[in-house]
Nanobody
Framework: QVQLMESGGGLVQPGGSLTLSCAAS????????VGWYRQAPGKERELVAS???????NYADSVKGRFTISRDNAKNTEYLQMNNLKPEDTAVYYC??????????????WGQGTQVTVSS
């Protein structure tokens, strides 16, 4: 079994910064795709940023130039550095990883979600 544990959310003023972390644990052979999604009240979950197994990054237009996604393959951990935060970034942020387990199964796992609130 694989579990993802998120950390780093909280309350921040507009213009501030936060870094989210997501660590995978369990019977992991390899982590392929990693990504961050968010869901604001009354809205659908949307992709924020992702990194493919080859290292290619993808960002939502609304966060380009402000957010940076990264990964540490040795630690099975991904990060989301968020700068110049805006009130419209307020949402629950979810990490996801596509994991090849030690039993060779390939499955997408999700973190429990962490609240990010941007408000003065």
């Amino acid at each position: 079994q694989v579990q993802l544990m998120e950390s780093g959310g909280g309350l921040v003023q507009p213009g501030g910064s936060l870094t989210l972390s997501c660590a995978a644990s369990g019977s992991i052979l390899r982590v392929n795709y990693v990504g961050w999604y968010r869901q604001a009240p009354g809205k659908e979950r949307e992709l924020v940023a992702s990194i493919s197994s080859g290292g290619s990054t993808n960002y939502a237009d609304s966060v380009k130039g402000r957010f940076t996604i990264s990964r540490d393959n040795a630690k099975n951990t991904e990060y989301l550095q968020m700068n110049n935060l805006k009130p419209e970034d307020t949402a629950v942020y979810y990490c996801t990883m596509q994991v090849r387990s030690s039993t060779l199964q390939l499955y997408a796992y999700w973190g429990q979600g962490t609240q990010v609130t941007v408000s003065s």
